[in-house]
């Protein structure tokens, strides 16, 4: 289980529903981040925390996002009162690394699978 | 407005000769770059990365070239494989917020055997 894992999956919702999105990173990685994967598109930047705190969310869309971390491991995105816009893959990634580390390889991000939102 | 573009939406290769791979930035304050590949149904994976300092980074089968007065990077993959037949996404970031990686919109790789 060494890998970031993204729970559920998939997850269909009703316009207007609330739905919570959970990521679990990688033991001992400090930083944990937080994308959205439109159909066709590259991730998009959403959100990142360095232990508990949320150093930057300047990605979220609007105020309907909303992420945590609040013991400096697991991570909830929220997303309240979906709309059909909304529908999109989430990623979470984990990185060990929160600076530069000098040389080729630094700030690595390891992604999990995703949870494929779709809000009908 | 994106500031890292994969103007190829997909490439078609065939097995043993050489893949590449282009990326354009808009970006001059991008100085590190990675690319990613991804399967269907997975996250992406990390591949190879080059700091702005230097302009040839190769592992393996796979090399990266940056051309930054071009704001051009490219990924050669040499010899192609079947299983590199992925998604290919480039992405980049920024010396004042090095955690905020920029992502091109990915080039699908098909490897014909």
């Known amino acids: 289980g060494a890998g970031v894992s993204q729970s559920p999956r998939y997850k269909v919702a009703k316009r207007g529903q609330d739905v919570a999105l959970r990521c679990d990173p990688i033991?001992?990685?400090?930083?944990l981040f937080w994308y959205q994967q439109a159909l066709g598109q590259g991730p998009e930047f959403l959100t990142y925390f360095q232990n508990e705190a949320q150093l930057d969310k300047s990605g979220l869309p609007s105020d309907r996002f909303f992420a945590e971390r609040p013991e400096g491991s697991v991570s909830t995105l929220k997303i309240q009162r979906t709309q059909q816009e909304d529908s999109a893959v989430y990623l979470c990634?984990?990185?060990?690394?929160?600076?530069?580390?000098?040389?080729?390889?630094?700030?690595?991000?390891?992604f999990g699978p995703g949870t494929r939102l779709t809000v009908l | 407005d994106q500031q890292v573009k994969q103007n190829s939406p997909s490439l078609s290769v065939q097995e043993g000769r050489i893949s590449i791979l282009n990326c354009d930035y808009t970006n001059s304050m991008f100085d590190y770059f990675l690319w990613y590949k991804k399967y269907p149904a997975e996250g992406p994976t990390f591949l190879i990365s080059?700091?702005?300092?230097?302009d040839k980074n190769e592992d393996g089968r796979f090399t990266v070239f940056l051309n930054k007065s071009a704001k051009h990077l490219s990924l050669h993959i040499v010899p192609s494989q079947p299983g590199d037949s992925a998604v290919y996404f480039c992405a980049a970031s920024a010396v004042d917020n090095f955690n905020k990686f920029y992502f091109g919109s990915g080039t699908k790789l098909n490897v014909k055997p």
């Open positions: 990634a984990s990185s060990l690394v929160t600076g530069l580390a000098g040389g080729d390889t630094y700030n690595e991000q390891f």
């Open positions: 080059i700091s702005s300092i230097k």
């Open positions: 033991s001992g990685h400090v930083s």
